[in-house]
């Protein structure tokens, strides 16, 4: 179009600089955001005590070219780019940095293709997770991936934080998922990993390096992700323990017997009585620690199911008893699903006026540690004089210890924290990782440090180095 | 030792140079290797028709810390490292170049630590892929990638090549089940990556990063693998198909159905033959192509075998049949194990004096395409007049074409490689992968270019130049 005259003239709140200007230009004035209400709600993602800033503009771009075009002028006038999906991570991934670019994906949300004979589906970013699932599902097929953010995180934020969920134990995470993406790189440029094929060892395996790098060195801008046939349904059971460790003995147990659950879920007492208050299921809120399990083996799903039973019995299990059906069964996954507003609510509960904060923490150790782990918050948990529930992935050993501190006293913040540092010296204590399935973002990056060593980390800066030399993408995530 | 004098005297076949003293200093005499048939035995691994050069001297160092010390001398020297396991691989990775430092892994063959609680074993790189796998299965364990040189291939060549094999087509690749490496980098640093969790996503995947990357970025000097409870029994069930085309048809209705077999493999008419001529097994060599599938479900073996057998008779086989027992598919199993030697008979027949070369080819295709790449082989086949036998992984989509040529004759060397150039044209164009699990090596750089494009392999380059600037490791490989 023909401008006549002295340009576009100044809004009264937010003076056009040329970077808003080419980017109106580039997406159009719907998919650049200005309005500093918009800026605030996407200043953060879910993680609570991470830094945010307020962006200069949130962009949407809806095509990878558009996304080249946010790219270049960000890089043009060095101003930061921060990629965002639903804003569902729990480690600050997402957080803006004060002035910088957000490039939103949620617009890129076109399913491209589903293909039941290779058992692929090609998706834009923005696609949320439960959208992919419902559109393979109605073909047979199933993408398994099923982060707790699932009905409204995206495949692109799974993609970046290499997003687990519940099916991990038996299905893996999203990284074993992902075949091949298109990532436009800090320097503009458009490029291709992976394959469409089954197998594939052609170069480095560039896919998986994006994976999980949490928008630090490209912007993800296509996923070819690997499907399966739909699971058999699957059997569920309960096991509600007198102690944690007796749980944790039991999850080893099943794992030395050879067993495979689809599904080995561990609440705590904190969870179950938070739960029961959120939403009242009758869980047995006496009990120490409960684990549901479910398999999904068919026409061996019921001998399977009573392996576990036997298992959970033999490690002292006070009850066990198996769902009668799918309805009694899809309630359980439903209480474990409540977990999180459920200490929310209790975190709300216990201080007041807003000032409840739950750090959601996420360690994982080996599955013969678990029972250690879980002792050792417990202790954790007294010794700094916080409320601490665990809940989690228990076949992964990956529990997520939810500590909930009073946000209007310092005291109570430091405490917790203190506790979150304990949390994770104990993880690697004992032979584990600083985040299973969360990230690191700007929660975790010390730990990650102390994790990898430094070794590691001249790697990670190398690598970052040779793919955003000058620190245009996410600035202070990871490193 | 104190020694008194003017040093060690020259030896008249090969001057040692200051480097190979401190090679000897750091080895020991026994460990570094100067002898020239000992040089030549390791100038190459299996791959036909890719360059080699002889080494200066091959080093076997038993620990990370002679790994460590062969490296800091040849950077000191400015000599290339070629690391090697077992020399089995086909793409010429591990193929030396004149006046380099191998670095053999295979005296560093201590298998660490088999935890059957969190299914984890740790294990030196030398650690040959079978004896892993026996001593795991000692525990009711499985380590499953089982490429065809599993026998004698090295646990440490199989992650650097990502190695595939039978059982990827319900299991995974090598990829799969590498939870963490030891790596000693070109700066002769000792980086430790990944996790023995099961599930870990603390910073970007480096693990991965470094499998598949043939040597070129690292020499690994341990691995952390995941292990899964040993299988059920498998069922095994043989279809014989009037045609190549009916066969690709069969795998992608198996694959439209949701069946999940535990092996699927096809050999075509050259190798039904070729493997009979080598050792009758009364295989019917009338065949255009047979497929071997196997069920290892259990309880639910039974069903699974009757369903791929009711798709290979809709997709039109002649004759389906079930092994009657574990002999008879063991045997069916050595069948298809045998058609490398067997191919290799074949060109040793075709062309007496030693003349007979085979290029062994590996393209992978997405499932759906399989009948399609079948056909064109067979059509390059007869262009460019080469007989070429096609055996492979066709749950996978993943093939080896293998390509007979006189190697006495140029000019069918000649017709060899456009018959070679042209499966790779074809492979890319269907939306395949010019390697499935061979690698890139030597034989396929040109073709990891052209998979890859521009920006793919300025990206490569720009990650092997930020972890061996001066080009240290594996030189002229991959890239």
Chains 1, 2 share one sequence.
């Not at 996923?223 to 080893?252: E, I, K, N």
Request: contains cysteine; proline residues 6%.
């Amino acid at each position: 179009m023909l401008m006549i005259g002295g340009g576009r003239p100044s809004l009264s709140c937010m003076a056009p600089t040329p970077l808003l200007d080419e980017l109106r230009a580039a997406l159009g004035e719907n998919a650049v955001l200005t309005d500093p209400d918009l800026l605030r709600m996407h200043e953060r993602d879910e993680a609570d005590l991470c830094a945010a800033g307020t962006p200069l503009v949130v962009t949407r771009p809806r095509d990878t070219e558009q996304v080249v075009a946010v790219i270049r002028a960000a890089a043009r006038h060095g101003v930061p780019v921060v990629p965002q999906g639903a804003r569902t991570g729990l480690a600050g991934a997402a957080n803006a940095v004060d002035g910088a670019v957000v490039l939103s994906t949620v617009a890129m949300d076109e399913i491209r293709e589903i293909d039941p004979v290779s058992r692929i589906a090609v998706v834009q970013p923005g696609v949320v997770n439960a959208t992919l699932a419902a559109a393979v599902g109605k073909q047979g097929l199933w993408y398994p991936p099923d982060p707790g953010s699932w009905e409204s995180s995206t495949i692109g934020g799974n993609v970046a934080t290499n997003a687990g969920g519940m099916c991990c134990v038996k299905y893996g995470v999203t990284t074993e998922y992902v075949l091949g993406l298109e990532v436009v790189l800090a320097s503009g440029e458009v490029l291709r990993t992976g394959r469409r094929t089954a197998k594939g060892v052609a170069g480095y395996d560039l896919t998986r390096l994006f994976v999980g790098s949490e928008g630090t060195l490209g912007v993800i801008t296509e996923v070819t992700v690997a499907l399966r046939p739909a699971p058999a349904d699957s059997l569920t059971l309960v096991a509600v323990f007198p102690s944690t460790a007796a749980a944790g003995a039991a999850v080893a147990a099943i794992a030395a017997r050879g067993l495979t659950p689809s599904l080995l879920e561990l609440l705590d007492q904190t969870h179950l009585r938070a739960i029961e208050a959120y939403q009242p299921m009758g869980l047995r809120t006496d009990a120490q620690a409960l684990l549901l399990a479910a398999t999904d083996t068919g026409s061996r799903a019921a001998d399977d199911l009573a392996g576990l039973a036997e298992v959970c019995e033999a490690a002292g299990a006070d009850e066990v008893y198996a769902a009668t059906d799918a309805v009694e069964a899809a309630a359980l996954l439903q209480a474990r699903r409540l977990a999180h507003p459920a200490m929310e609510k209790f975190a709300a509960d216990a201080y007041p006026g807003g000032n409840g904060g739950l750090v959601i923490d996420d360690v994982a150790v080996p599955r013969g540690s678990l029972a250690a782990l879980l002792d050792g918050v417990a202790r954790i948990a007294a010794e700094c004089e916080v409320p601490i529930g665990v809940v989690g992935h228990a076949g992964d050993g990956n529990m997520h210890p939810n500590i909930v501190v009073d946000r209007a006293d310092p005291a109570s913040v430091e405490r917790g924290r203190r506790a979150f540092d304990e949390i994770m010296r104990l993880g690697l204590a004992l032979g584990g990782t600083c985040t299973g399935e969360h990230g690191v973002g700007l929660l975790k990056r010390d730990w990650l440090a102390q994790e990898i060593g430094p070794v590691g980390v001249r790697v990670h800066h190398a690598i970052k180095s040779a793919l955003d030399p000058a620190g245009l993408l996410n600035p202070g995530k990871v490193l």
